[in-house]
């Protein structure tokens, strides 16, 4: 079954660090869907889900947002992982920024088993509203690439193992469950041969008058 990774980015860059889990999960064998959590309709067929966003304002995207509100509860049993990507600074990598108001929803309608914040980037040539504070934000020294590719990919590798293990233990449980109920057929057979038998010599000693 397929692992699904939706994300919402409005610069491209949140984006680009969902294809880099995309591409981790894909190194280790997992099928993967890439798309933005807008564009999904439906999550039946995925046995696990990365959800990312672009943080603006404190808040996430809104595909994101309506992500979780859509699918709250369709997840159960499921593993769920979300990331958030903002800061313009190094502090997301030390790994202690809690989850903003949106994750922290998200992480309880799911359910989420965990959240991590990424760095983000801002460039001089976005666009739009966007490209406006961006220059901005660039003039007050902020501009940069602060995402870290590195800790990004460790994190999908972690998760492609956990997901592994899961399908792995799955499996074997499933095989067991298998193996149980050939054992209980074959008992069932062993009792049926033992009845019949006992019936044939109780017919035996009638006939004998024994
Ligand atoms: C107007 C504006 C507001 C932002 N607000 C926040 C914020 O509240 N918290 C944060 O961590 N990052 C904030 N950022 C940084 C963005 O989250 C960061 O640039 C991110 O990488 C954008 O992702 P995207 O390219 O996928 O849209 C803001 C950026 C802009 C331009």
Redesign the pocket.
Known sequence: MTVLVA???????????AGWIAAELRAAGLPVDLMPAGEVADVAEYRALVLG???????W?SGVRQFARRFAGRFAGRPVWLF?????DTS?DDGSLPP?RHAVEAMRELPAREHV?F????TSE?HG??GH??G??AREG?AGD??NPERVRAWARGIAAEISRAGRSGASDEHRAVGVVDQLAADRAQQGARDDAEAAIADDDQLRGV
């Open positions: 994300y919402g980015t409005t610069g491209g860059s949140t984006g680009e660090i966003s672009a943080v603006y304002a404190m808040g995207h958030s990507s903002g800061p313009l997301a903003g914040t760095g983000g980037r801002i976005a509203w966007i504070l961006a901005q934000l902020h602060f995402r």
